[in-house]
């Protein structure tokens, strides 16, 4: 069976490089026949920092109307918030048995998020692999759509999977996922600076598209984003060492669904004065109706929370079982 899980942070606006990277794959994925789970990692959203009471709410809803508005169909994928599957929590304390020190200690995404300071860390911020490790595989999902920042945790969640079969003699219990790292978007570059990614957390908002945007906004942004003064090359190995430059390329063939072979064929040796116009229309017909649409859902702000009750159902009617297994397997009492 193709099962895919995968899951998104509540963590303020969803910018152009998780909509590229990941939530506009999750939609082609669930129109393209595949089973599809897809959660809003509520618990993996406290591990830096706790955004108030209302702040919490009010980001889980605006990720869930994010979701709706892009496509997602509760009917035909699992969309569900992960504090109300108790089953993650459940298996991530056994995978925090079963994965070591060693591997956790190098994690990249940890270092960069706890910086100089990793004593004043979380320990839920140092762990956070081995739960994202439990978000998957209490689904016994086969494959993982994630972006290129993803590719370690993966693959830590195979290791992890791997041991837990081996150690408790439980073979091909739990699947290796496969991540799927795909398309020209999988890696969408900061607008301000072509060598770091697009991220909600960067400071400056001229970095990034959010999707909540309006039309001018994006393209101002557009119209603005950092390039250098030459004209595009002819060919895409022209672009190879101008980082701004084959972003804005990359960022226009994902959102017209092409190749970025074929935008150089349209557009090498333009301008930026005439391509980025181009971009910025291109990218307001594809993303300016996204953030309509979320304000639209956001005005029914029950009607959100029970599609994520009805999807957390079906969650757990899929979780809970895989879990009692693994507890079987441990030998637990009452399991048997
Ligand atoms: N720049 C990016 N290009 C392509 N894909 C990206 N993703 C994130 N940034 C890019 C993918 O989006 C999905 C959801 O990400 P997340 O919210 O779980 O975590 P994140 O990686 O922490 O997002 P940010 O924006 O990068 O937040 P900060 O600033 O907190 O680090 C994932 O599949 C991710 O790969």
């Not at 599809?36 to 702040?55: K, Q």
Request: glycine letters at 6%; hydrophobic letters at 40%; a negative charge.
């Amino acid at each position: 069976a193709r099962r895919v899980f995968s899951g998104v942070q509540p963590t303020g606006d969803l910018h152009l490089g998780n909509y590229l990277g990941a939530v506009k794959r999750f939609v082609e994925m669930q129109n393209n026949d595949w089973e599809t789970i897809y959660c809003i990692v509520d618990l993996h959203a406290i591990t830096v920092s706790w955004p108030g009471r209302e702040g919490m709410t009010a980001a889980t809803r605006e990720l869930a109307a994010a979701f709706l508005a892009c496509g997602m169909d509760p009917e035909k994928s699992v969309l569900f918030n992960q504090s109300q599957v108790p089953a993650h929590t459940q298996l991530a304390w056994i995978f925090s048995c079963v994965a070591r020190l060693g591997w956790m200690n190098r994690m990249t995404q940890f270092k960069d998020k706890a910086g100089k300071n990793a004593e004043r860390s979380s320990l839920g911020l140092y762990a956070y692999p081995a739960l994202q490790a439990a978000d998957i595989l209490v689904y016994h999902a086969t494959h993982v759509p994630v972006g290129e920042d993803q590719r370690q945790h993966i693959e830590l969640t195979r290791d992890i999977a791997t041991k837990f079969n081996l150690d408790f003699g439980a073979e091909n219990f739990f699947p290796l996922p496969e991540p799927m790292i795909e398309g020209v978007a999988t890696r969408v570059m900061s607008l301000r600076d072509g060598s770091k990614k697009m991220s909600k957390s960067d400071p400056s908002d001229q970095s990034r598209i959010n999707l909540t945007d309006d039309a001018d906004t994006i393209a101002k942004k557009i119209r603005k984003a950092k390039t250098d003064p030459e004209p595009l090359s002819e060919t895409l190995e022209g672009l190879e060492e101008r980082p701004e430059a084959l972003n804005l390329v990359r960022i226009y063939a994902a959102l017209a669904e092409t190749t970025p072979e074929q935008v150089m064929a349209e557009h090498g040796g333009a301008s930026f004065s005439t391509f980025k116009p181009a971009l910025a229309d291109l990218a307001v017909a594809k993303l300016a109706h996204i953030g309509e649409e979320m304000r639209r859902y956001l005005a029914d702000p029950a009607e959100i929370d029970r599609v994520l009750g009805k999807g957390a159902e079906k969650a757990a009617a899929i979780a809970d079982p895989i879990l009692a297994r693994t507890y079987d397997i441990i030998g637990y009492v009452g399991s048997r």
